[in-house]
Structure formats: C-alpha cells, structure tokens
C-alpha cells in the first residue's frame, strides 16, 4: 500500500476484504454523467443513502466534517497478477493523475485506488478504463468505502454474543473476570505469567518455526551451500543459538507510549495503554502501575501527567469521533533513570494561541509543583506538541519547549548519546550491549586494519559508533536527514573520528562507495531495517557490494525479515544479481521480557561461486566478482516473483530436506542447543 498523503486516518489504510462489508456503489454509468460536478457533501450523502438498514454507524465517518478519501474510491480490474504497487504508482504518474493511495495485495488482479475528490477520480476513471497495460485491457469502476472497523468489531462482538446465548441458553455466555490490570498485561506482556526461562524457550521455538518457513521458501531456488545448510539443520537455514536473555526483565522499556482516553470504569481522562486496537473495536484505556515491563519513573511521569489533564477543562480525544484534545504521552528514559524526556501531544481543535500560551504556563508551573513534592522524581523535560491530524502520526503543528532541553543522554558500552524527542533507538539498552557484543564476536574474524564498516540504516548512528574501535573506518547510511545529523554530533561527543555519515538512499550510495574503495578492502555490512525489512533495491545494492564478504541482519521481525533473507541467497540469475549469501548463524536476543517478540540476529556469508549454474546465473555472477560496477537495475516485487535457481541445486534441496514444522518444534523443545 501507498499512501501519499503525510495526515491520514485509519479509512486511508487498507482492510482485509473479507473483514469488510461494502455499501453497494452508485452505478457507474450515472457517476460518468456529473462526477466533475459532484460536490463533496453530496458523495457523503450517497455513501449514507446506500448503507443497508441498521448499519448505518459503520460508515457514519464518511459524513463528518473531514476528509477521507475513501469516498472517492475506484476498482481497477484484469491487472498482471505480479503488479507491484510501486509500478501501478509509475503509471497513475505517466497518466497525471494524482491518487491519495493504492492498494494491491500479491496475487490479486485488481487494486483500489482513491483520490482527493469526484474530478479527479473520474479524470482516473476515464484514463485508466481500456487503457492497455502489459497487455491486457483495464477495466474501471467505482468502489465502496471499508467500513468503520471499530463498529464492525462492536457489531460482529454482540452478534457473538447472541448467537452463544442461542446456543447455549440465556446467560450462557461467560463473562470476562479478569481484572482491568490482568487484561491490560495480557495485551501489552502475553508471557508475563510464565517463569522468564520458560518465555524465553517459547520464543526460541516460536523463532526456530519462522526459520524453518524460511528454510521451505528457499528450497524453491537454492545454491549449493544453501542446500547443505538446510540438509545439515533439519530445514532450518542454520542452527539457531538459545536465546540472549534480558539482563533486566521489569522496567527494562526506556520510550513508552501512553495514550490518553476514557477508562472502563468510566474516568474520563486517563493515562496509560488501550485495552485492544481500534480494529478490535476497543478503545478503552487502562492504568499502567501494574505493567511489568515500564519502568516506575516512566509509570510517575505518566500520574503526573494525568492529575495534570484531569484538572484541565479540555476532554481527551476521541478516537471514533474525532472530538477532544488530550491524546498521547510519550516518556523517554535512560537506563539510569537519572533524567526524563517527556512529550505532551494534544489536538488543536477549538484552541488559539491565547490557549496553547495559557497551557504553557500551567504546564510549567505544576512540573515545578510535582518535582518540589517528590525528590525521587528525576529531573523531568518536557514538550507540548500540537498535532491536528486524525491519525496523530503526522508532523507536529507546533513544538514547545515548556522545562527542561529537548535531547536526552543515553550511555551504551561507555558511549554518550543524545536522543531527540522522536529519534529511534534501541528500547532496552541492557539488552543493546549484549547484541552488540555478539555483533563484535561474530564480525572479529573479518578484522584487519583495512577493514570497512558499512552501517545500513544507521539511524542515530548508535551500532557504527560502539563497533568503531575495532575497524578501520565505519560509513554509515540514513534516509532521514535528521537522524545523520543525530549521529554526527554523537561521533563528535564522543571523540570518533573514523566515521563518515551520508543521508542518502542506500541503493544509491552504496555501489558507488564501495567500487571507490581500493581493490581486496574487506568490507563488513550491517543492516538494522524497520520491521517489514528492507526495500528490494536495498537488497539488490548489498548483493552487488561482493566485497562485502559478511553481512549481520538485525531483525525485530523475523517474518518481516523473510523474503529479505531469501532474495540474499538466492542463487545469481537474471533477477537476482551478484554473489549470493548463505545464513551461517543466528542468534536471538530478547529485547523485550514478557512480551512473544524478540530481536533476532542473522550472520549471512558469502556463498562460494558455483561454476556449474544456469548460462544467466553464471553471466550474472561472473559480471559481479570483485568491486561493484554500478546501479543495481530495476527491483521485482519479492512478493509476486517466483523464485529462480538451478534446477540441479532445487532438486538436491528438495530431495536432502525432509524435516517439517512439527519434527523441529519437537526437537527443538527436547534440547534447543541441537539446533
């Protein structure tokens, strides 16, 4: 999915089809006559005239006085079945038009694009409808608004209900004894009633069964190596290391994210964690003096910050009806809990300036009151943000200082660090210096004096910086220009000369850098991408960079991290460029206590070249030993493209690999450390 536009609500992201139940369109040949005409207010009542009886809540958002693009919706239909969003995006642009978002899941042979008004979703009707694209016809109609899922889950939970007192007589249905805290830790912690090492073998085995899906994805296409590694493991790519504990497992989160609402028992403002998801159809929030994994600073912070908009006259904000102020708090703390960096968000509606001056004042005035009252309360910095977008995920209207300094001051392995308000990094330092200690041990036989460090979304910088002293040179690339700022004033405060930062898009930076480099410079990647894993071009770029003879893939999400992983190994071919790699460790790290995530480390090697592949593998490989030669081509959508290989190498991974989900799950419970 796509979205173009920075301030979104939840009606600009995609649903589930089956999850959803459309109003039925107006017929397309009435729309063709007057859509460059039709006012806004008049596609809201239409979308209200055609919702079926006694549903008309679940899309009461497309009458508000907002914008949702929902209701100026198309279909396109009889698309290539691998159509990349990316591609459909390439030609609305050929077509000058201007969509809001594009929605296309892998396999489907339509997609749903919206628009910012009737004259241009027509302008797209008209363009699009016959229009030939890779030879086949489009087709074009008009599409129905997603219902409200908050509504959809209110409704879908009470016809649950009637039909269980159907089934098993009135009052048949239990009710929910838990207790608000007990719920609340069951959303936020689900192992928090589990004895820590019993969490962390229920994630090993948890990890062990992604791997082994990723192991069955590259059987389809594999080298050599990558099928006597899935032979020698079972399936799995490689033997997967017992998890890293946590040195800290309560309080270990130092950014928690408190949101601002109306608690169960009916208090109206709150500050703490939702009780489920919008989706869920609960928006509910619950105290968090009992949630394990916040620390007590951050948990007094948060009481603070409560008695403070209790006493206020402004409402929190609504998340079904857009009405309020109060909405989120945000509380950083370093590992020492000797300081706190605290933002107030709250929506500007109904407020002008004389209002935002007032709270200001307020604001600081009862900061001073609270830390007089509790001396254990560290020194408290704080900021009020403005943000008017629905999501509450958009670019602040307005940031205010009202006490303290805007950056916080993180220590890591003897380094300093300052963190602004919004930067990334790591949410359990402890647990940071462990996985960069296995880092260092996994990368210490590629050290020579000549060494390269390639820090791929480097973020604030933070893994290059500890790693520094053991290479030659550490070069770090970043998308946001922001965060490489962030991570050259840290290199400067903490003595580091060695680094170079580029705010660049990786899949351009790094061919080019590395063919810089004198020939037989080792060179050392490290990749820690968001969690659905890195772009295909960012992929296609590590591939050609064959002097990268090692690559360490930090992941929070395996799943998110899978098809990164296969495109990595997968045998060089016409789509698949450069040397491939194989995963030779992995490693998890439990980032997160009480909790079913956990950081993963993956150790990916260079595969030996393979002088018997296919006529295209072999050219592909050939072209790419030694320094990269240039811009990686055109990246295939991962998701559509079947994978490619020597038939030979499939045939041998197909025929070594016999271990399924349930033999490892079995092994591994028996005794993890033979995987």
């Known amino acids: 999915v796509i979205c173009m536009s920075e301030k979104r609500s939840w009606a600009d992201e995609p649903f589930p089809e089956e999850t959803v139940k459309p109003v039925p369109a107006v017929e397309p040949a009435e729309e063709q006559e007057d859509a460059g005409d039709q006012a ?46 990316s591609e459909l995006k390439k030609l609305l642009a050929k077509l000058k038009l201007e969509p809001v978002k594009v929605k296309k899941a892998p396999g489907w042979t339509r997609a749903y694009i919206t628009f910012r008004d009737a004259q241009h979703r027509s302008a797209a009707l008209v363009a699009l409808n016959g229009y030939e694209y890779r030879g086949q016809a489009l087709r074009t109609s008009l599409a129905a608004a997603n219902a409200d899922p908050f509504h959809v889950a209110q409704r879908d939970r009470e016809r649950d209900r009637k039909r269980a007192r159907l089934d098993e007589g009135e009052g048949a249905d239990k009710e929910d004894t838990r207790t608000v805290e007990e719920k609340l830790n ?19 085995k948890a990890l062990c069964e992604s791997m082994l899906k990723i192991g069955r994805d590259m059987r389809k296409g594999s080298t050599r190596e990558v099928a006597r590694q899935l032979r020698v493991n079972n399936g799995l790519p490689c033997a997967v290391a017992a998890v890293v504990p946590s040195p800290v497992i309560n309080g270990y989160r130092n950014k928690c994210e408190f949101t601002i609402g109306e608690s169960p028992d009916g208090q109206a403002k709150i500050v703490g964690f939702m009780l489920g998801t919008y989706t869920q159809g609960m928006v509910l929030v619950g105290s968090p003096a009992a949630c394990l994994h916040i620390s007590d600073v951050a948990k007094k912070v948060a009481a603070l910050v409560q008695r403070f908009v209790m006493a206020s006259p402004l409402p929190a904000y609504d998340r079904v009806t857009h009405v309020g102020n109060w909405r989120q708090l945000t509380v950083r703390t370093p590992a020492s809990q000797a300081e706190v960096l605290a933002i107030l968000s709250l929506h500007g509606q109904g407020l002008v300036a004389a209002d935002i001056d007032a709270l200001e004042t307020e604001l600081r005035a009862h900061v001073a009151a609270e830390q007089a009252a509790d001396p254990t309360l560290p020194p408290v910095s704080l900021l009020l943000q403005l943000d008017s977008s629905v999501s509450g995920v958009g670019v602040p209207d307005l940031s205010r200082l009202i006490v303290g300094k805007n950056t916080l001051t993180e220590t890591v392995l003897g380094l300093r660090f300052q963190i602004s308000p919004d930067a990334f990094f790591q949410i359990n330092t402890g647990a940071t210096e462990r996985l960069l200690g296995k880092i260092r041990e996994w990368i210490a036989p590629d050290l020579r004096s000549d060494t390269v460090l390639l820090d791929v979304c480097c973020g604030t910088g933070m893994l290059g910086l500890c790693l520094a002293g053991v290479v030659q040179k550490v070069v770090g690339v970043e998308l946001v220009a922001s965060a490489i700022e962030d991570a050259k004033r840290n290199a400067a405060e903490n003595g580091i000369a060695n680094v170079q930062y580029v705010a660049s898009k990786a899949e351009d930076f790094l061919p080019k850098y590395v063919a810089s480099l004198p020939k037989g410079t080792p060179v050392v990647g490290i990749v820690d991408p968001p969690r659905c894993g890195l772009h295909p071009k960012v992929v296609t770029a590590i591939r050609r960079c064959t002097q990268m003879t090692r690559l360490v893939y930090i992941s929070c999400s395996i799943a998110g991290a899978a098809t990164n992983i296969v495109s990595l190994c997968r045998p060089a071919s016409s789509r698949s460029h450069g040397t491939p790699f194989f995963v030779e460790a992995a490693c998890p790290v439990d980032m997160f206590p009480h909790t079913d995530h956990c950081e993963m480390l993956l150790l990916l090697s260079r595969a030996p070249v393979e002088p018997t592949a296919g006529p295209a593998a072999a050219e592909g490989a050939g072209k790419e030993q030694g320094q990269c030669e240039g811009q990686g081509e055109e990246a295939q959508d991962e998701a559509g ?25 079995a092994a591994a419970e028996a005794d993890p450390s033979d995987l």
């Open 40 to 85: 806004e207010g008049g596609e809201k009542a239409a979308v209200a005239a055609a919702a079926p009886a006694g549903e008309d809540e679940l899309f009461a958002y497309t009458r508000r006085n907002e914008f949702t693009s929902e209701i100026f919706k198309i279909s396109v239909e009889n698309l290539p079945t691998y159509t990349p969003p």
């Open 641 to 665: 493209v079947d994978a490619e290989g020597d038939g030979e190498d499939t045939a041998a991974a197909d025929a070594a690999v016999t271990a399924d989900a349930a033999g490892v799950a």
């Open 186 to 204: 069951d959303k936020a912690t689900p192992l928090w009633r589990l004895p820590y090492e019993q969490q962390l073998e229920h994630k090993h």
